[in-house]
């Protein structure tokens, strides 16, 4: 336990400083423990029995001998933290992104009020009717005066700790408490309370009307914005801690200008869930309809609609859960509250590494396990390059889970301990350890490196997200690459960042809401098409295969083929017959690809890969046909020039392993990866041709590169060689 943990951390240097001795006694430590309990440690979680389970764990170990139990209420709270807002938010009103449509609003009255909203703000600009002296710093600052008061009160005695009891209830519901806290609450339920004509109208008017005279809004309001603090557990850092975040009375006093508050956790510790925050169909009706839950997604769209008339009960739960995701991601994605990481597919842990962050007092640190993509990922990009530009970024220890840390994550999982520091301690150099298997291969100095905020933008100039490198080896090979090879694509630089004059784009067809353009075999034999090939036919019409990522290697566009639902390799027969063609899954009807495609052929890398496998980079051509979604696609100003053949090369995949972060390779991931410019591979073209033309299909390519004979023969040793 986290909290237990810090407070024996923290009441043994306590008992220390006070005994000045390195081992205080058991006594001097129970003391010290207890204090230290009662006055230090903080906590928060959604769970109210995770809530009453800590309180009783803490308990259990500041037991004194004589000594009734501390009082915790006012410091481990119940609530979603990341569903809350700030005083900087409240400052700057209702912004115009709360009137979204949830699963169940009326679009137009929906509409209606947004319109609303944005007259109301435009009147009051440059009033500066949105003061932080008159309502929530006011309000903030009596209530952590009176828990000052609380705090002070002697706890030797039942008795005592039942008069800070009683108090502390009194608090709560005094008019400065109950007024910051509705306040808050009114600006969060505005999001996502239900916006049909009849329900109570929660504008910028009325939320400003909720923080500074609560008791002049309506009964209905009152009941909404309750009804909504109820059902998604808003919790606000300054109103549950306001002896912690103190609201200055003017904005730019604020220490933490973004959130607007000054002060903070000195220590912020945690391990918070790795969830999407999204809503999942086939999730959702696993267990509650599972004949819904395993139709593709066209076709099980169709039957959750039917729901409606054939089981009412199902559906209506099935838009109450819909609407309640829906608007737990507006909370975060639209509110503001997440500037860096409320961003694309949210995820619970890379939201709560920004909160605590923003919790942290400017001497403070944040101690945190999340999943290593926090440094890698895209969505997470901008939170990690803000750490690294403000110098806040002190440690990143990434770890494997193959040994079982962690036993119902995936062995293959990656997670790391992260470290940050507040503004008035900047570090300069971070430190890196990547690939770890315990705690041990921390003090490994071969595995252990820094990196300066000049590196990260050296090796990622477009993200500013990090590196994994194995070794501290490793880490100098690649730097010495990447002052001599520009990166493939420096979106930095518009007018020479894009040597190859690449445009890229994921897939042709998304495997799931395109999966009503998808026919089978069956399918298609029924209706009356002749397969030719790998091609149906049927008069002048034409279906085409569609060609998944596991269907490619390098200089291979035959590498498996299906048999049914089943894939296999090709065999070495195959392969040496130019006129054998891989089969796929399913089949688009040509048309559709000829609208979506551009050039005479596909190019394009495995979505799908793992920096621990052979190789990691797996990149083709392949002919004009169907591509899904795992197949990342990209095109040449220049057909008859193509980066593919240096991006199979071992140098290119060794630079490749050290950028990928988890098993996605992604467009902006590949975008930073250095590649020799086109001038520097005159005369390979050769080389190209006779490993990629193996095949009467891929004429099209030989003929770009300029070659109209027949294909070249599959010969290994020969190929082999020629790579």
């Avoid at 006594?27 to 995770?50: H, K, Q, S, T, W």
């Avoid at 609560?214 to 603090?229: N, T």
């Amino acid at each position: 336990h986290f909290l237990i943990a810090a407070a024996h951390r923290i009441a043994h240097r306590l008992a220390a400083v006070r005994s000045q001795e390195d081992e205080p006694s058991p006594g001097d430590l129970r003391v010290a423990l207890r204090e230290v309990i009662g006055r230090c440690i903080y906590g928060v979680d959604v769970n109210p029995m995770a809530v009453e389970l800590c309180k009783v764990s803490l308990w259990m170990e500041a037991t004194q001998p004589g000594m009734p139990l501390s009082f915790l209420d006012h410091r481990v709270v119940c609530g979603n933290s990341l569903l809350g807002t700030t005083p900087a938010l409240l400052a700057d009103g209702l912004p115009d992104a709360a009137f979204a449509v949830l699963e169940g609003d009326d679009k137009k009255h929906v509409a209606s009020l947004k319109r609303t909203n944005k007259s109301e703000r435009k009147q009051i600009e440059g009033q500066g009717l949105f003061d932080f002296g008159g309502g929530v710093g006011s309000d903030t600052k009596a209530v952590a005066k009176e828990l000052a008061v609380i705090d002070a009160m002697p706890d030797r005695t039942a008795q005592q700790v039942a008069a800070k009891e009683a108090a502390y209830a009194d608090l709560r519901v005094s008019q400065h408490a109950e007024r910051a806290r509705f306040g808050a609450d009114a600006w969060c339920a505005a999001f996502v309370a239900p916006k049909q004509p009849e329900d109570p109208i929660l504008t910028d008017k009325e939320v400003r009307l909720c923080r500074d005279h609560p008791d002049r809004a309506s009964v209905e309001v009152h009941d909404v914005v309750r009804r909504m603090k109820q059902q998604y557990n808003f919790l606000h850092l300054h109103v549950a801690f306001p002896d912690v975040f103190e609201v200055p009375d003017n904005p730019d006093d604020a220490a933490n200008e973004r959130c607007g508050w000054s002060g903070g956790f000195d220590a912020v510790l945690g391990n918070p869930p790795w969830d999407k925050v999204e809503f999942s169909e086939t999730e959702y009706f696993a267990s509650r309809d599972p004949n819904v839950a395993s139709l593709p997604g066209a076709k099980r769209k169709t039957a959750i609609t039917h729901l409606a008339a054939d089981d009412p009960l199902l559906h209506e739960a099935y838009r109450a859960a819909l609407r309640q995701t829906g608007g737990e991601r507006t909370l975060m994605a639209s509110t503001g509250r997440f500037p860096l990481c409320g961003l694309g597919r949210i995820n619970t842990y890379a939201v709560f590494a920004e909160l605590m962050s923003g919790a942290m007092s400017a001497g403070g640190r944040v101690g945190v396990v999340v999943p290593t993509g926090i440094a890698t990922d895209d969505t997470t990009k901008l939170f990690f390059g803000d750490l690294v530009d403000r110098k806040a970024l002190v440690s990143l220890f990434d770890f494997e889970n193959r040994n079982g840390v962690f036993p119902g994550v995936h062995r293959s999982y990656k997670f790391c301990l992260l470290t940050l520091s507040g503004h008035d301690r900047p570090v300069d150099e971070a430190e890196f350890v990547f690939f770890a298997l315990e705690v041990a291969d921390l003090t490994d100095v071969g595995k252990r490196f820094t990196l300066t905020p000049d590196d990260f933008a050296l090796l990622n100039p477009n993200t500013r997200t990090c590196p994994v490198f194995r070794t501290r080896r490793d880490a100098e090979i690649t730097k010495a690459v990447y002052r001599r090879v520009p990166v493939l694509v420096n979106e930095a630089d518009p007018e020479h960042g894009n040597p190859w004059g690449l445009s890229f784009r994921q897939g042709l067809f998304n495997m799931t809401s395109d999966s009503g353009l998808f026919k089978t075999r069956d399918d298609l034999e029924v209706d009356g098409w002749t397969l030719q090939g790998n091609h149906f036919v049927r008069g002048d019409e034409r279906f085409l295969p569609l060609c998944e990522a596991k269907m490619i290697h390098h200089f291979d566009h035959r590498w498996a083929t299906h048999e049914g639902l089943d894939v296999r390799k090709l065999t070495l027969d195959e392969k040496q017959d130019p006129t054998f063609v891989a089969l796929p899954r399913y089949w688009v009807v040509e048309e559709e690809i000829s609208k979506r495609a551009e050039g005479r052929y596909l190019a394009g890398w495995r979505k799908i890969c793992r920096s621990t496998d052979e190789r990691t980079f797996i990149s083709t051509s392949i002919p004009l046909v169907g591509a899904g979604d795992n197949l990342l696609l990209y095109w040449t100003e220049d057909p008859s020039s193509t980066p593919y053949p240096v991006m199979s090369s071992f140098v290119f995949d060794f630079i490749a392993r050290q950028k990928l972060g988890g098993s996605n390779f992604q467009y902006f991931t590949a975008k930073q990866l250095p590649l020799v410019p086109a001038e520097h591979l005159e005369g390979t073209e050769p080389w190209t041709e006779e490993l990629t033309y193996t095949a009467w299909d891929m004429s099209e390519f030989a003929a770009d590169l300029g070659f109209h004979g027949p294909p070249f023969r599959w010969d290994v040793e020969r190929r082999a060689l020629l790579r």
